[in-house]
């Protein structure tokens, strides 16, 4: 089976696993939140892994580089949303801080990424 470009891209895969831990967490969010919180977080999670791997696609520099700026706007978004649930008693403070640990290391990923685009 051929292997696409992105999924080779160490920062897709630490997207892409965090996309999952998303979901496990926001899995014992409070059922009125289906449509609340918990689908924001997952959509923006989503977000992160479908815009690196959709700019990984893109021929340009600059589109390519546009795209990853979005990844990076939906990780904060994510962070956003996680720092919301914490202050809702939804995910403990042990949570939170290990959601930042994935999340400075994926936001310094998406940074050197995008840096390597611009270079070029």
């Given at each position: 089976m051929y292997t696409y470009g992105f999924e080779k891209l160490e920062v897709w895969q630490l997207a892409r696993r965090l996309v999952k831990d998303i979901y496990v967490?926001?899995?014992?969010?409070?059922?009125s939140e289906r449509y609340g919180l918990t689908n924001?977080?997952?959509?923006a999670s989503v977000s992160i892994s479908s815009n690196i791997a959709e700019g990984n696609s893109r021929s340009s520099s600059k589109d390519r580089a546009r795209f990853i700026e979005i990844s990076y706007s939906s990780l904060t978004?994510?962070?956003n949303q996680l720092i919301l649930a914490?202050?809702?008693?939804?995910?403990?403070?042990?949570?939170?801080?290990d959601y930042r640990r994935k999340i400075d290391e994926l936001a310094n990923k998406i940074n050197s990424f995008h840096k390597s685009i611009v270079a070029i």
């Open positions: 967490t926001t899995h014992s969010f409070p059922e924001q977080l997952r959509r978004e994510v962070l914490n202050d809702l008693s939804f995910i403990a403070e042990q949570e939170i801080l």
